[in-house]
């Protein structure tokens, strides 16, 4: 099987601590800069899977990075550069603690949710006689809390959120705004590549002067949702499932095998032919949604790749 890297054990000049999430992990260098590396990590229902999946890590940074680029022009972003395929620097941010997940289709977690008889989800209502994968009459935002290592993910109001002082009503107001704005354009290319943007999540922080910036991760099948758009409606008409790109069908086949990360449940084996699939998903996402072809880095020795690429920036830096 291909090289994979799924855990960094980096030393870079002026590091100052190492942030390790469930996919990526961060270097802050002198309190100004943060070296984010997307590794091959897969994770779901929040835990981290045994196994790593190939070309994963450059897929969902090189995603990432170039919807940054595409958005930059209606929300400011925390990047600078990427001096690696599975590497992305930006400037030091303070996160907010939730995380922005805005919805214009009920799927997923929704689509659970609203199958056990719930109509609120983060105390927004959903309509009665809706069906799975049916469109919302407009985009619903349904944050979660940022969770620390380890712990899950958690539904939470927008009232909530103001009345515990999680974050203040202002730069609410403003994550509000920049989470449908950039929404509004992911839905318009991916409109432009046959593709729906079903939902999605986002991550904001505050510059050291005070700005509000996207941050991590934007419109990658790890913290996003697409249908094809050919065949959608009939396939609704029809009630079969959406053909989709997105992390969904590694949670059905682990649902399917009897895990939705509980306690007591096993995590089923992940053989070379699953993670080779997995791979080859990743890889026709990053192709459908970019209009362009995937470029295998050389992972033979992918450690020393990425050292090398963010030493030689670091330096030009200084």
Not at 8 to 28: A, C, H, I, L, M
Not at 69 to 88: H, M, Q
């Amino acid at each position: 099987m291909s090289n994979t890297i799924t855990t960094t054990n980096f030393n870079f000049p002026d590091q100052k601590s190492v942030y390790r999430g469930k996919v990526r992990e961060v270097y802050n260098i002198n309190n100004e800069l943060l070296v984010m590396v997307a590794t091959d990590r897969l994770s779901a229902f929040d835990v981290v899977l045994p196994k790593g999946i190939p070309y994963k890590g450059q897929i969902l940074n090189q995603i990432a990075t170039r919807f940054m680029e595409l958005t930059e022009d209606i929300v400011p972003n925390w990047l600078i550069a990427t001096p690696d395929p599975n590497v992305a620097v930006g400037h030091l941010c303070e996160p907010f603690k939730v995380e922005m997940v805005i919805r214009g289709y009920l799927s997923g977690h929704a689509a659970r949710e609203y199958a056990a008889g719930k109509r609120q989800i983060c105390g927004v209502v959903m309509p009665e006689g809706l069906k799975e994968n049916d469109k919302f009459p407009e985009p619903i935002i349904t944050p979660t809390t940022k969770a620390d290592n380890g712990s899950h993910d958690e539904d939470i109001s927008r009232e909530d959120i103001l009345d515990k002082g999680i974050v203040t009503e202002e730069d609410y107001l403003v994550l509000e705004k920049f989470t449908r704005d950039l929404f509004q354009r992911g839905t318009e290319i991916a409109a432009e590549r046959g593709l729906i943007l079903v939902d999605t999540k986002y991550e904001f922080g505050k510059t050291k002067e005070g700005v509000i910036v996207l941050i991590d991760e934007i419109h990658t099948p790890d913290s996003s949702r697409y249908f094809y758009a050919d065949g959608y409606q009939d396939r609704q008409d029809k009630g079969e499932e959406q053909k989709q790109l997105s992390k969904e069908f590694v949670r059905r086949w682990l649902i399917e095998n009897d895990f939705q990360g509980q306690d007591g449940q096993q995590i089923p084996d992940m053989t070379e032919e699953y993670i080779e699939s997995v791979s080859e998903r990743y890889i026709e996402l990053y192709e459908k949604i970019l209009g362009e072809k995937f470029v295998k880095a050389n992972i033979a020795n992918i450690d020393q790749r990425i050292d090398k690429n963010v030493l030689e920036y670091l330096a030009a830096k200084e």
